[in-house]
């Protein structure tokens, strides 16, 4: 089977890693043919660096008609407009996280998508990473017995430095904790647990103006608004039965992360579900704690691999894991602790989405068979 094609719009900072795995380590499943930004110096300067042949205008990457992917690498405000462009001219499309910033905006690309026979993706794609997906396996074979509860933390430093090219994105609705940071965890969950029925929670917000501090910032000494919650409770029932805690902020500085499922035969911690690999613990009735190894590949940094799975699924017709459908509800969850704040009460969920089928052992990725 011949490669997918793919074309990136948007070349900043989380392009370097996507562009490095699609070139290298899935580079026999898809092909990057050429990458476009608004600043076309930077396009340039991503091409030249992974080899790409084409550096180019989003208008002229889209009309191409060779490229089936485009992977929409921009600001979260506009993930949904660009995703709509890239299915208006007939391509698949794999956006990175948040999905959209409304559920209207999600519904209107999963609605055009659907009409037009074309297929949506959406980071975050670490829970097809190797930690994850092992826990997945313990999970399936019952090494907890039935989960009934799970706690997710995320306690990450604020974008006081000013050194991110970018930053005031981190400030605003879509860089905020919830939508920048919880994706990785609700994903990890409906993965490992299934959909979530309904949510509560609570957003609060200490810091509503921060001072850039670092020196070597270009920014610093500047007064820029903090116009997000920074940090958020919630609450999560799932339809399996199971319930689920998570906190996120970004209110002070570090990075302390967390996520455990509580069965009731055993008690597992897992790996920091930002990122492919970790350890795995596993807390037994008796008082002994076991370390399990990773069973499944991609233990590295493999952002990219949701792609992967996409072009993989356009040559064979199966599902694709890291989906739309996935995004919409994580997005549906995120939404809905906002609104649970605001209004005092528990939010029911009207989206579904299937819980995603595990990869297979032995996994590789590296051709088309």
């Not at 826990?135 to 074979?141: F, V």
Request: aromatic share 6%; hydrophobic share 40%; charged share 20%.
């Amino acid at each position: 089977m011949r490669k997918v094609k793919v074309g990136v719009i948007g070349t900043g900072q989380i392009s370097g890693i996507y562009l490095k795995n699609l070139t290298e380590t899935f580079d026999g499943i898809v092909e990057v043919k050429a990458v476009a930004d608004l600043v076309p110096e930077l396009a340039r300067s991503r091409a030249e660096q992974f080899g790409v042949p084409n550096a180019c205008t989003v208008e002229e990457l889209l009309a191409d008609p060779e490229i089936e992917i485009v992977l929409n690498l921009t600001a979260p405000a506009v993930h949904a407009s660009v995703d709509l462009q890239a299915l208006q001219a007939g391509k698949h499309v794999y956006s990175e996280k948040p999905f959209a910033l409304t559920r209207e905006d999600a519904d209107e690309v999963l609605q055009l998508a659907e009409a037009k026979g074309l297929l949506v993706g959406c980071a975050p794609d670490t829970f097809l990473g190797g930690g994850l997906q092992t826990c997945r396996k313990l999970i399936d074979e019952g090494w907890i017995g039935t989960p009934y509860s799970a706690n997710g933390t995320i306690i990450m430093g604020n974008a006081a430095n000013g050194m991110h090219p970018n930053f005031r994105n981190f400030l605003k609705l879509g860089g905020d904790p919830i939508m920048d940071m919880a994706p990785y965890y609700l994903t990890a969950l409906v993965f490992l647990l299934g959909p979530v029925r309904r949510v509560s929670g609570t957003a609060q917000q200490l810091i509503r103006e921060m001072t850039i501090q670092n020196p070597k910032s270009p920014s610093y000494g500047a007064k820029v608004p903090v116009e997000a919650p920074t940090n958020v409770s919630a609450v999560l029932d799932f339809h399996s039965g199971a319930t689920g805690s998570l906190q996120a902020a970004k209110e002070s500085f570090g990075y302390m992360p967390r996520l455990e499922i509580f069965g009731t035969e055993g008690n597992m911690t897992l790996p920091d579900p930002n990122f492919f690999g970790g350890s795995i613990l596993i807390q037994f009735p008796n008082g002994q704690t076991k370390e399990v190894p990773i069973a499944h590949g991609f233990n590295e940094d493999t952002r990219g691999i949701g792609v992967a799975d996409m072009a993989y699924a356009i040559r064979t017709g199966r599902p694709h894991r890291a989906s739309g459908r996935l995004a919409r509800h994580v997005l549906d969850i995120s939404l809905a602790i906002f609104e649970s704040s605001n209004e005092g009460r528990h939010i029911p969920l009207a989206s579904a989405a299937d819980r995603p089928e595990p990869l297979p052992l032995g996994l590789k990725y590296n051709r088309l068979d």
